[in-house]
C-alpha cells in the first residue's frame, strides 16, 4: 500500500547515493592496485575457495552490520513498504554492489575478495530490510493503542535494550584480555575461567548506573502501556535484567574478555533500580504532566542521556595537546578508525550508537520540536550527535569520529522514517511558539491516546 509520507524520488536517490558513498568507503579505500593478470587469476582462485578462520567471522559480522544498512536505507525510502518487492530490490542491489567491490578487490593487493563476504553482505542486505519491514509492522499494531507521550514505549525498550545489551557484552573500558588469548569461543573461555577472580565481585563501575537505569524505566512503561501492573512489571523486568547481566558478562568468555561479577551485579541492579522508580514515578508522571509537558520532558531527558553515552569516562584531557593529538587524526573520514580494528568490538560500536539514537528519531517524528526549520524532523538529535562527538575533545581516552556522528544521524533518520512508515502523525510541536498547531501542516490524523 501506498504511504503518503513516503520519500520523494529525489530524497530517496540522495539517501541511498549517501549510503552507497559510505559502503565504497569501506570497502573501496587503500586499495594498491596491481592489475598483473596472473596475482589477479590467484586471487581470484582464492575468491572461489575461500577460507574460514575467527578473523573471516568476525569480519563477516562487520559486512552483515554494514550492508543491514543498505537494506534498511532501501526499504525506508522505497514508495511501498509492505510487500516482498522492497526487500527483493534491496538484496539484489546489495548483492550487486557486493559483487562489483569484491571484483575489483581483485586487482588489489591490500584486499582479499572472497564469495564469502559476497554472501554475507546479500544477507546483511536482507536482515537490514526485514528489519526495517517488521519495525513499521509492529509499530503500526501499535498506533492506536495507548501511550504516555504518542509513541509506543516499546520503541525505547526494544532500542535502548539492545544498545545496554550490547555494552554489557563488549564493554567500551573493559576490554582487557588473558595471555595467550586466540583460537575459538571454547578455548577462549577455557582461558578466562582459568583467569577468573571471585574478588572482581568488588570492583563495581558504578558509573554504568546512569545508562542501563534507564532501560528498566523504559521496559515498565512498556508493560504498563500493554496492560500490566506497575509493580508487577517492575519485578518482572528486575528478575529479567539481572539474569540478562549475569549471561552477558558469562558470555565474556567466548569473547576473550575478562568476567567482572562485579560489572554484572552494577548492571543488574541499574535496571532493577529503573523498574522501581518507574512502577512508582510513571503513575505520579500521568497525573501530574499534561499534553505536551510530557514528550517535552522525555525529550529533554534522553538528550541529556544521550550525552552521557557520549561523554563516558566523564574524566577531562590533561592538556591541550592532548587534543592537538586528537584533531591531527584523520577523524573527518568515514569508517577510517573502523578499518584499523577486525574485532567484535567495532561493529558492537555501531550498532550501540544506532541503537540509542533510533527512538531519539522516532520521538520527534511525533513531537517535533519545530514543524519548519533547522529544528524540524530530526535535525535536533543530528545536533545532539554533532554536540556529543564534539565533547569528547575534551574528554580523557575518548577519540573524535565523524563515523559515530554518521552512524547517530543515520538512526534518527531511520527511526523517524518508521514512526512515519508506520502512520503516526505528529500531536503538535515542543516549543511554545509552536504550541497551538494541532497537526503537522497538510494533514490530518485521528488523536490517538495518550496515557496508559
Do not use: C, K
Amino acid at each position: 500500500m501506498d504511504d503518503p509520507d513516503r520519500p520523494t524520488p529525489r530524497v530517496a536517490l540522495a539517501a541511498r547515493g549517501a549510503y552507497l558513498a559510505v559502503l565504497l568507503l569501506a570497502t573501496l579505500t587503500n586499495l594498491r592496485l596491481e592489475l598483473d593478470p596472473g596475482r589477479m587469476a590467484e586471487r581470484a582462485a582464492g575468491m572461489l575457495s575461500p577460507s574460514l578462520s575467527a578473523r573471516d567471522a568476525v569480519d563477516g559480522l562487520r559486512n552483515v552490520t554494514l550492508f543491514a544498512g543498505w537494506g534498511l536505507v532501501w526499504v525506508a525510502t522505497a514508495p511501498v513498504v509492505r510487500g516482498m518487492g522492497a526487500i527483493r530490490n534491496a538484496v539484489l542491489t546489495g548483492a550487486g554492489i557486493s559483487l562489483l567491490v569484491e571484483l575489483v578487490q581483485l586487482a588489489s593487493t591490500t584486499r582479499t575478495p572472497s564469495l564469502l563476504d559476497v554472501g554475507t553482505n546479500t544477507g546483511g542486505a536482507l536482515l537490514g530490510a526485514l528489519t526495517l519491514l517488521g519495525a513499521v509492522m509492529g509499530m503500526r499494531r501499535l498506533r492506536s493503542a495507548r501511550s504516555f507521550v504518542g509513541l509506543p514505549a516499546s520503541a525505547f525498550a526494544l532500542s535502548y535494550g539492545s544498545a545496554v545489551a550490547a555494552e554489557a557484552l563488549v564493554p567500551l573500558f573493559r576490554q582487557a584480555t588473558p595471555p595467550n588469548t586466540w583460537g575459538g569461543p571454547m578455548r577462549r573461555m577455557g582461558l578466562v575461567l582459568a583467569s577468573f577472580e571471585w574478588r572482581s565481585l568488588l570492583e563495581l563501575p558504578l558509573a554504568d548506573l546512569l545508562l542501563f537505569a534507564p532501560a528498566g524505566v523504559f521496559a515498565v512503561a512498556a508493560l504498563a502501556e500493554a496492560g500490566h501492573p506497575f509493580r508487577r512489571s517492575a519485578t518482572w523486568v528486575a528478575a529479567a535484567g539481572l539474569l540478562a547481566s549475569v549471561l552477558a558478562e558469562v558470555g565474556h568468555g567466548f569473547l576473550g574478555l575478562h568476567i567482572q561479577l562485579g560489572a554484572a551485579a552494577v548492571h543488574g541492579i541499574g535496571i532493577a533500580a529503573g523498574a522501581v522508580l518507574a512502577a512508582h514515578g510513571l503513575p505520579w508522571f500521568t497525573r501530574t504532566l499534561r499534553g505536551r509537558q510530557r514528550p517535552r520532558a522525555l525529550a529533554l531527558a534522553y538528550g541529556i542521556l544521550l550525552l552521557v553515552w557520549a561523554l563516558r569516562p566523564w574524566v577531562p584531557v590533561e592538556s591541550a595537546a592532548a587534543i592537538a593529538d586528537q584533531l591531527a587524526t584523520r577523524w573527518w573520514m568515514p569508517l577510517g578508525a573502523h578499518r584499523l580494528r577486525m574485532d567484535v568490538f567495532s561493529v558492537v560500536d555501531v550498532v550501540t550508537g544506532f541503537m540509542i539514537y533510533l527512538p531519539a528519531g522516532a520521538l520527534l517524528a511525533v513531537w517535533p520540536v519545530r514543524w519548519r526549520g533547522p529544528l524540524s524532523a530530526f535535525l535536533p538529535a543530528i545536533y545532539v550527535a554533532a554536540l556529543g562527538e564534539a565533547g569528547q575533545l575534551f574528554v580523557d581516552a575518548r577519540t573524535v569520529d565523524v563515523t559515530d556522528v554518521l552512524v547517530d544521524a543515520a538512526a534518527a533518520a531511520t527511526g523517524w522514517l518508521i514512526a512515519r512508515r508506520a502512520g503516526l502523525r505528529p500531536f503538535g510541536a515542543l516549543l511554545p511558539r509552536d504550541a497551538g498547531a494541532a497537526v503537522s501542516p497538510g494533514g490530518s490524523h485521528p488523536r490517538r491516546r495518550a496515557g496508559p
